[in-house]
């Protein structure tokens, strides 16, 4: 099953290019083939016209901020410039863990919805807590749902508001100015909620006052698809590793701290722990470690193989 809207395929085995207008979308939805599956999409490259800028970019392809940024180093985001090939990183590694519900990794600023059947899987990029007011890990669910929502600013947000010099309503009701979106699903977790927004660009950054925000087009899709009751899974998962056509992939995202915040982790012991962790996952390839140190110090997000299967006499 998949959505009305455009998917690329590979080109002999490497990156798509892509030469297509901004206005077209990339899809959502991405077919679970087996339980084991653990790589969906594609990566592809698109040639940057003159106005195109990565948020706009991102808008159009589902792609997070961040997450465009760190796919193009040394790229002008805000200009990248006529001709210039841009990386679309439209392929992931499935978060480790349950395939059920709701998963949301922060460090990804992505969320995966698991169907009903294990036959599908939607991604969506998401906009998560700023430092201060970071997002929770864990497990909770779906609680209630809510169409044209009016926003409640809780005290803490109404004294923020008011110490700014930006004084806040007690009640903002649905429309333009409600960044509450369209669409809001509330969390089994007191104060959080997954919503659409009315400022588009802080998708995919660290923006929110906890809570999870998504572009409005994509919780329209969404909300009617996830029934109240739903489990969400919240984790923190910068490293991911994956299997695909017999090759071990890591993808590597720049580690959170409890705040929300680039880390400082320790990646060499973050990378033996998830080894260890992941031992049945590793073992039966010969690894290389310098393709791994790649990976870690360029935290691009985009998978890349890390392992060859051993082959045995």
Wanted: proline share 9%; with cysteine; net charge negative.
């Amino acid at each position: 099953m998949l959505s009305g809207r455009s998917r690329l395929g590979k080109i002999g085995g490497g990156l798509v290019f892509a030469a297509w207008a901004v206005g077209s979308v990339q899809a959502n939805d991405y077919p679970l083939l087996s339980p084991d599956q653990d790589l969906i999409g594609e990566v592809s490259r698109y040639q940057a016209r003159y106005e195109d800028t990565f948020a706009d970019l991102g808008s159009a392809r589902g792609f997070g901020y961040l997450e465009m940024t760190a796919a193009n180093p040394g790229i002008d985001p805000w200009l990248p410039g006529e001709g210039v090939e841009i990386v679309l990183p439209g392929e992931h590694v499935l978060p480790a863990g349950t395939r059920e519900g709701v998963v949301i990794n922060l460090p990804e600023f992505r969320m995966y919805y698991f169907h009903k059947g294990g036959e599908l899987v939607s991604s969506y990029p998401v906009g998560i807590g700023r430092e201060g007011w970071s997002s929770p890990i864990g497990e909770t669910r779906i609680l209630r749902k809510e169409e044209r929502p009016s926003w409640y600013p809780p005290k803490s947000i109404l004294e923020e508001h008011a110490a700014n010099g930006d004084p806040l309503p007690s009640v903002v009701p649905p429309g333009p100015d409600n960044p509450m979106g369209p669409f809001k699903m509330n969390l089994a977790l007191s104060g959080y909620v997954i919503h659409g927004t009315n400022k588009k660009f802080g998708i995919g950054t660290r923006v929110s006052h906890g809570c999870f925000r998504m572009r409005n087009e994509d919780i329209t899709e969404l909300f009617p698809q996830v029934p109240v009751g739903t489990p969400v899974t919240i984790v923190n998962q910068p490293y991911k590793l994956g299997i695909k056509d017999g090759l071990l992939y890591l993808e590597v995202h720049t580690a959170l701290d409890e705040h929300g915040m680039p880390s400082t982790l320790d990646k060499q012991a973050a990378i033996q722990k998830l080894f260890a962790d992941e031992h049945e996952k590793v073992q039966g390839f010969r690894l290389d470690w310098t393709a791994i140190r790649d990976l870690v110090y360029a935290e691009s997000g985009i998978p890349g193989v890390i392992g060859q299967p051993i082959r045995t006499m």
